[in-house]
């Protein structure tokens, strides 16, 4: 059977068999999925901002119109020997299942493909389908341990040229692991707070480490996403005035949005409500915040959830060029997505 062991991934993906033509990347820490996706497509030397070379899909994209996977898949390339089939958000999709049912009888010659899914039960649909295939292999992705996350931590350390005292790694350890993407990101966040230092101290991780599998440490955000402006205002106003950074709220911001854009995606690809999708997260959403997170998925859609992430995206990169206006940076991208959230919920 095509499929790897958990602690098989990362090896299969620092080597991969070319003669696996759909990679299935699954598992509860979409995180994880995520980054390793990422680096499988790196590897296939394809320009990934090409769109001739590299397709993405979403998986409800693929649901509603069946039979574009496999359209795509057989389209000759016109300025490479092969193209890369990027699926992401894929769950339990039946025309996805159809068409990777499809190319796993019919191999298509110039493409890859590549999928990112959530936790997929075994023994049915996609997963079995690629399970059972000879030219498709099925890689699990399961939430850190602790060698895992001391991998990741050592990594980003890397990357800064920085170290770290035992104390402050361990509670940094305690910290993480709900979550790959979000792991990484504190740890970011971390190196970025300690930034002119050599080592980073147990203090540094007090004064900025949250729970990453919980729910968010700012009130701001809450008010944000809820689109109550002058309540949002009074608590970015008040996090700044007691010292806080306001690339804390920007971080905390990005982590609510990147969960609910996934559970968004399963709630268009299912046909499930808001309430199915809230009560069945993982990791769950904190019972006080459920009927929130419920409200933002009924206003906001895919789409208009990945131009919030990107305006997000761009303040974080101006705050780092611009430290001295990161206040009214942070403060503007922010007033912008919780007036977006006023006005939808007003529809």
């Not at 996609?126 to 001391?150: F, K, S, W």
Request: glycine share 8%; net charge neutral; charged share 30%.
């Amino acid at each position: 059977m095509a499929q790897k062991k958990g602690y098989e991934v990362d090896s299969w993906l620092a080597k991969p068999d070319p003669s696996m033509a759909i990679i299935l990347l699954y598992g509860p820490d979409r995180g994880l999925v995520a980054e390793r996706a990422k680096a499988f497509a790196a590897k296939t030397g394809l320009p990934l901002d090409d769109p001739f070379s590299v397709v993405k899909l979403d998986g409800a994209e693929v649901d509603r119109d069946q039979g574009r996977l496999l359209d795509e898949a057989r389209t000759v390339p016109m300025f490479s020997d092969r193209r890369l089939l990027w699926v992401r958000n894929a769950s339990g999709q039946k025309a996805l299942a159809d068409d990777i049912k499809a190319l796993t009888s019919e191999p298509a010659r110039d493409a890859i493909i590549l999928i990112e899914a959530g936790d997929l039960k075994k023994g049915t649909g996609l997963r079995a389908i690629v399970e059972a295939a000879g030219n498709a292999i099925a890689l699990p992705c399961y939430a850190d341990e602790a060698r895992d996350l001391d991998t990741v931590i050592d990594d980003e350390l890397r990357k800064a040229g920085m170290s770290m005292t035992l104390d402050a790694r361990q509670a940094l350890r305690r910290n993480l692991g709900g979550d790959r993407l979000a792991s990484r990101g504190e740890i970011e966040k971390l190196v970025l707070y300690a930034h002119g230092r050599k080592e980073i101290d147990v203090e540094d991780v007090n004064a900025l480490s949250g729970d990453v599998s919980g729910a968010s440490f700012d009130a701001a955000v809450d008010a944000m996403l809820d689109g109550k402006v002058g309540d949002f205002d009074v608590a970015f106003n008040r996090h700044c005035q007691s010292g806080g950074h306001p690339f804390l709220v920007l971080s905390s911001a990005m982590r609510q949005l990147q969960a609910i854009q996934v559970m968004r995606g399963q709630m268009e690809s299912g046909g499930r409500n808001a309430a199915s999708v809230v009560a069945g997260a993982r990791p769950p959403v904190f019972f006080s915040r459920r009927k929130l997170v419920e409200r933002t998925l009924d206003r906001w859609n895919v789409e208009a959830l990945g131009r919030a992430l990107g305006r997000l995206q761009t303040a974080v990169l101006q705050t780092r060029k611009r430290p001295d206006l990161s206040e009214a940076l942070a403060r503007q991208a922010l007033l912008g997505i919780a007036i977006e959230s006023a006005r939808l919920g007003q529809r």
